[in-house]
């Protein structure tokens, strides 16, 4: 008979006991392959329990393959040899990523969004909008390019405020960056050579080379990457940020496009990427125009973000791929839905069309134009000396210290508690000439910014 | 002196209209490179504009690189050679996805998710909760695995509920199945041969080819994939979906388990994906726990997915890493951002650890337990000498109509707006013996049902 003990136990009802004591006898070979079970009348007779306790407890077993029923015979067990070491202790420790790196209190990070204007109850609204029964399509597939809805409020944003020529359905919605640089992959189905500007994008960077693109750096002058320079290395592909550069600030002028427009040309299979990561900041005069709306000859492969203009946990970007890419798009990318939540995609539709973007850009715009000034003026005020470039535009600025002792001044920052960016760290070859320093203020508080240039500024003249 | 004229105009600005003029005559060539333009008090007087207009317009153009200052001398145009043709039409039309297919009356597919259930007022709820200012740090970019209270609270369920020995530092977060089989291939690092039971759920089998892994199709028996065939082709790993095989039902034994688990320690380099998929739904007995529960050595890669579970827009699945792929992970996959927005992240934990979720999925499985019975019943009643395979878990059935004239069994079907799924469709190579179909039933309505199995039923006894 078999060793079944039975406890009169609220947790664990009577089926599942004797389930889980045959299984364990079974998995451990003290019931071995084509014992003959007791009859389910009998062990329930035995146990003292129903007859249907014992049914559905072989019935489990059997499901699971443990044991089986033999016609006119009755249970045998089953043939399991290799899963006797079941409990084991998964001893992966938490530890990459689970802690917070300790917050300075001065830290000038470019990344990340002042959310302090975020339009929380717009976003609520609109959120009440769509959660409703009648909007049951939208929580089944969609269109794996995003939503035409979406597609077509992105085409007329990017028509007016970029001048990008575009229609719909050029558009592809990804999340991030990193999923339309992999779609992009997809597309062209090939291992892709792609001149990138130095320095660069450390982001673009490390996805373009994790996703298998060949990289190549090619030297930046003060019109933006060196064209003549991309065209001694083969590439396919350039990778450009022509409004603002990052994390130089130039703007590519309308010669350089041209330039670039040209190299593109030359070549069937040359496109450029071009990244209008934040072309929506910029503090004086008009917002620069796309590369992209200057090509006659479907070369551009234009790429923007949400993330940047509303918060960075907003993961949708888009690409604008020209004709000629968006055939090769449909032949090759078939497997693969939109990675952006429908809902996520319908809040950003009525966002946009409902004006609600227009005017917190409007806001954005105004609060980091303010941002952007008072940490110019806290430079100048505060550090004596230190030339800034990059102004004028985006999220941060460039700044050159002139100073030698490189380690001794990150040193004393550190123990002050300010954080800055080498530019040195953006560099995918070589190092500059002189080292110069990002200060970004998106996410910096304006006490934090007097505070910590007036920090700089100390730690400079006490070791210049 | 420059051709411009400029009129008084609401819409257009006039430093707009300087702008846009002298752009489109260095753009056309009209003001060839060099060209030294009036200064700008000369040219506000002729137009008789303010000096600042003037100013601006030049600015603008400055900043684009279309003129260049020269100090003590004034602007010239700049060499702007190649921007001829600016406005190019946009052919594209939009085709492709653009128009919805053709519902059909009585369509059994297997996908889709029946909305009827979906907590609506829950999920709005959660949302309400979560975009308050309070949570501005939810907005910025999270761990590149998904948040840490998403993964432990899918570590709670899939230990309580699967059998799945996981720690959350385990666990990838991604929006679907394709992102989390890209994280996977990126893990690897290297190109892997997969092999895939035939027939296999085709999705998975179209991302893994189109990702580049090597695709070799592996024979099913009733038992499910035939490990010694897998043993037979030079693979590296073996897609398979034990609890409840798609498309054809069969659960994977305890025995078979053991030998799949067997073939993958043979040789370092080999691992199992279990693909959970539809594991909630099973309607009688206890649930099938997970291969993965059942892995004393690191072989197995567990994914799951609250597509199904919830509603395919929730882009939200996740992997378990065995310890040792977790460190190749770390290794290898760094430049990747959560592809799930953090807000979706907070709602899916909420979701899950206020209990939502199981109240859910029990509502769901009695409803979808009632649609398999009716079916069943439907088919039973409604189509004498039709045999039914795959019931009891899921979200479709498998049925042999036992029929030659299939070419004109689908068109006499299609004709009645009746569509049904042919097993042959999921097959990678060959095709099975005789021609089953797949009646799925979570989008159908019961009276639906009724009348679809009835229309088939009638055309079989009118083609037999």
């Not at 609109?126 to 399509?137: A, F, H, P, R, V």
């Not at 390019?145 to 409020?153: A, F, K, Q």
């Not at 990052?246 to 590519?252: H, K, R």
């Not at 900041?281 to 992209?292: D, E, N, S, T, V």
Request: hydrophobic residues 35%; glycine residues 8%.
């Amino acid at each position: 008979m078999l060793m079944i003990e039975l406890e009169d136990n609220e947790k664990e009802p009577l089926y599942e006991q004797i389930y889980e004591q045959i299984k364990h006898q079974i998995q451990m070979g003290d019931l071995p392959q084509k014992t003959k079970l007791p009859s389910a009348r009998k062990l329930a007779a035995y146990l003292d329990v129903s007859r249907n306790t014992v049914d559905f407890a072989y019935g489990q077993l059997a499901a699971e393959g443990y044991i089986e029923s033999r016609p006119r015979s009755g249970f045998y067990v089953c043939q399991v040899e290799e899963l006797a070491a079941l409990d084991i202790h998964v001893e992966t420790e938490e530890v990459r990523g689970g802690e917070k790196k300790a917050q300075m209190p001065y830290d000038f990070s470019p990344s990340g969004t002042d959310m302090e204007y975020f339009p929380y109850h717009v976003w609520r609204k609109l959120l009440k909008e769509i959660m409703i029964n009648d909007n049951s399509e939208l929580f089944q597939k969609g269109d794996p390019r995003g939503d035409y809805e979406l597609r077509r409020s992105i085409m007329y944003y990017l028509r007016q405020s970029r001048g990008v020529h575009v229609h719909a359905s050029q558009i592809v919605i990804g999340a991030g960056m990193e999923n339309l640089l992999f779609l992009l992959r997809q597309t062209f189905g090939k291992k892709c050579v792609v001149g990138l500007e130095n320095p660069v994008y450390t982001n673009a960077c490390g996805i373009l080379r994790e996703l298998g693109f060949g990289i190549r750096p090619v030297a930046m002058d003060h019109n933006g990457l060196n064209v003549d320079d991309l065209r001694k290395i083969d590439a396919d592909l350039a990778y450009v940020t022509p409004a603002h550069q990052y994390p130089t600030g130039v703007i590519m002028p309308a010669g350089r496009r041209g330039q670039l427009l040209r190299w593109a040309r030359e070549k069937e299979e040359r496109y450029i990427i071009e990244d209008d990561y934040d072309s929506e900041f910029r503090y004086h005069g008009k917002p620069i125009p796309a590369l992209q709306g200057l090509d006659s000859s479907e070369k551009v492969i234009y790429m923007g973000t949400f993330s940047r203009a509303i918060a960075p946990a907003i993961r949708v970007g888009y690409i604008v791929l020209p004709p000629k890419l968006l055939d090769l798009y449909h032949k090759n990318v078939t497997a693969f839905s939109c990675s952006v939540s429908r809902i996520d995609q319908k809040v950003l539709t009525l966002f946009l069309s409902e004006g609600h973007f227009e005017r917190h850009l409007n806001r954005m715009r105004n609060l980091y134009k303010e941002k952007h000034d008072l940490l110019l003026e806290c430079i100048r005020k505060n550090i004596p000396g230190a030339s800034v470039s990059g102004e004028g535009a985006g999220v941060h600025l460039i700044v050159n210290f002139h100073i030698r002792e490189k380690e001794e001044f990150e040193q004393k920052l550190r123990q002050q508690g300010v954080v800055i960016y080498p530019l040195s760290f953006y560099y995918i070859e070589g190092t500059p000439r002189e080292e110069q320093y990002i200060l970004g203020f998106t996410r910096m508080k304006k006490e934090d910014m007097i505070e910590g240039t007036r920090r700089i500024g100390n730690i400079l003249s006490m070791i210049k």
